[in-house]
C-alpha cells in the first residue's frame, strides 16, 4: 500500500482534483463550493432514489421519478462545470434551486411555507455570490413568481373570505422581505466590486510605480556612468598637459647639461627626481577622490625649494624672467616633500601658461610668525572674481580641452589642507596672480648634539632587488641589516635575538602577508618601530579608506611604492650620519 492508496493520501488527491478547473480565476474559490454543493445534492437524490426503490413502495413513483430527476439535474451540472462552463452551471443550479421551490409553493401554498422561506432566500444569495448583480434582481423576480404562485395556492385552498383576505398581505409581506433582501445584497456586491477594481488599480499603480522607480534608476546609473566617463575623459585629454611639466623639464637636463655648467651625475639626479614627480602626478590622478597614504617628513623648506631651482627654471621660457628667494637653511616643516613640489610645478605652470606673451615670475620664502610664508606672484593675465571664487575647484579649468586638467589647483589646495596650513589668492584682470602659501613650522624631534646609536634592522622580502635595494641604503646610513625571505625565517630570527629596533617587511611574502607578520611580530617585539612597503591603499579602522593615514590602528608605518632611500630612511628612528646624529622621524 502506497502512500497515495492511504486515506490521507486519497483526501489529498481529491482536494487537488476538485481544486484544479479551468475556470478564470476570480471563479476558482467559488467554483470549489459549488462542486461540493452539486456534490452532495446529487449524491442524496440518487440516494433517496434507491432507498425508495429498496423500500419497496414506501414512497410513490412520482417521488421517485423526482429524486432520480434531481439527482441527474445536479449530476449535470457538475459535469459542465468540470468542463469549465462555470455560469451556465451556476446558472442551472441556482433555475434549478427556483423550480423546486415553485413547485413546493404550488403544491403546499404560501402560508404552509412560511417558516421555510429561510431556506428559501438559498438561491438568492448563491445568485449574488455566482453571477453578481444582474443575477440576483433575476432570481428575485423568479422568487417573487414563486411567491405568487404560492398566494395563488392559498386562494384555491381558502374554505372563507377571512383567510382569502390574508393571502394578500401575506405575499406582500413576503415579497418585500425578498426586496430588502435582494436591495442589501446589490448594495454588498456593489461595494465588493468596487473594492476589487480599487485593489486592480492600486496593483497597476504599483506595477507602474515600480516600472518608474526601476527606470529611474537605470536613468540614474547611466547619468552617473555619463558622468563618470566624461571625468575620465576630461583627464584622458589634459593629463598630458601635467606631464608635460615634468618631460620638459627631463628633456631639459638631458639635452643640455654642459649649458647649464652641471656633470652628469648631478644631471641624472635631477632627472630622477623630475621622474619622481611623475609618480607623485600618476598616485594622485589615482587616489584623487580618496585620501591617500602621505609620505609625511620633516625638512628644511629653504632646502627644498633649493634643490627644486633646476626642475622650476627650465618651464620658463626667455620671454619670462623667473626669480627664486630662498632664505638661509632653519624653517623646518612637516609635509609631504613630494607633494610640496608637485604643487609648486602646478603654480609654476599656471604662471607659464598666463603669461604667453613674456612677464615676470617670483618665488621668495621667510618667516611669518609660526609658519613658513612661501610667495608666488607673477604679472600674467590675471583672473576674474568667478574664476578666483572656483579656483580650487576639481576639474574646472579656463584652458582649452587639450592644455589642462582642472586639478592642478585642486592639487595645491589639498596639499596645503593635508598639511595643516592655509592659502590666499589675490588676482585681477590684467594685474597678475599673488599666491601665499603657509605652512606650520615644525619643531625638531631631537638636537644635533645627541648622538644615537644605529638601529638594527630586520628586512623581510622575497624580491631579491627590493633586498639589495633596501640593504645597501640602510647599510650606507650604518644601520646594521638582517635579511629574511620569507615571515617563518623573521619570526625564527626574533626568537634568537630580540634586540632589533626596526621590522621592515614586504606585503606580499612567500608564506604569509606581511602585515600580518608585522602584527604578529608587534606582540614578540614590544618596541620595535614596524614598517610595512605596500603599493595597496589601506583601510582606516571603520573599514573605509578615506579614513587612513600613513599609521594604521596598529602602529604600523607605510611606505608606498615606488619609494626612494630617503623615503625608506624617513621612517626609521635615529639614524647617524657622517659620525653626527639625526632625528628620526
Known sequence: MTAQDTPLGLRQRLIGWLTHVPVARQDRRNAWMLQLL??????????????????????????????LAIGAYAWTCFVLLRRGRFRLSAALTIAGGLLLIALSYQAYGLRAQSGLQTTHVM??????????????????????????????????????AAAASEVLPNLLLSCMSFLVLAMILDRLILSSQRAIERSRELDALCVELEREIDEKEHAYARLLQ??????????????????????????????????????????????????????????????????????????????????????????????????????????????????????????????????????????????????????????????????????????????????GTGIGMAIVHRFVADSGGGIDVDSAPGEGTRIRLRLPLAVPECDAGQAAEAPRVLLVTGDAALARHATATLAARGCRVIEARRGGEAIAQVLQSTAIDVVIAD??????????????LGNMLGKARRVLISDRSPAGPSGDPAASDDLDDSGILRVRRPFTGEQLLATLPAIPADGGAACGR
Open 226 to 403: 555619463t558622468q563618470r566617463m566624461e571625468a575620465i575623459g576630461r583627464l584622458a585629454t589634459g593629463v598630458a598637459h601635467d606631464f608635460n611639466n615634468i618631460l620638459s623639464v627631463i628633456a631639459g637636463l638631458a639635452t643640455s647639461p654642459r649649458a647649464q655648467g652641471d656633470d652628469a651625475d648631478a644631471t641624472l639626479s635631477r632627472i630622477q627626481r623630475a621622474a619622481q614627480r611623475g609618480a607623485v602626478v600618476t598616485r594622485r590622478l589615482l587616489s584623487f577622490g580618496r585620501t591617500q597614504v602621505r609620505l609625511v617628513s620633516t625638512f628644511d623648506l629653504a632646502e627644498a625649494i633649493e634643490e627644486m631651482r633646476p626642475l622650476l627654471l627650465p618651464m620658463f621660457p626667455r620671454a619670462i624672467r623667473a626669480r627664486l628667494d630662498t632664505p638661509p637653511p632653519g624653517l623646518l616643516v612637516t609635509a609631504d616633500r613630494d607633494e610640496l613640489e608637485l604643487a609648486l610645478l602646478n603654480i609654476a605652470a599656471n604662471a607659464c601658461d598666463a603669461m604667453p606673451q613674456g612677464g615676470r615670475f617670483a618665488l621668495s620664502i621667510e618667516a611669518d610668525g609660526g609658519h613658513a610664508l612661501i610667495r608666488v606672484e607673477d604679472t600674467g593675465s590675471g583672473m576674474t572674481p568667478d574664476v578666483r571664487a572656483r579656483l580650487f575647484e576639481p576639474f574646472f579649468t579656463t584652458k582649452p580641452k587639450d592644455k
Open 123 to 160: 438561491p438568492l444569495l448563491f445568485a449574488g455570490l455566482l453571477l453578481g448583480r444582474s443575477a440576483v434582481w433575476w432570481t428575485a423576480l423568479a422568487t417573487a413568481g414563486a411567491l405568487a404562485i404560492g398566494a395563488l395556492a392559498d386562494l384555491g385552498h381558502a374554505t372563507n
Open 38 to 67: 452539486l456534490i452532495v445534492a446529487g449524491a442524496m437524490a440518487v440516494s433517496i432514489a434507491v432507498a425508495s426503490w429498496s423500500g419497496a413502495g414506501a414512497v410513490g413513483d412520482g417521488e421517485r421519478w423526482g429524486a
Open 507 to 520: 606585503h606580499d611574502l612567500a608564506d604569509t602577508d606581511g602585515l600580518v607578520l608585522l602584527r604578529q
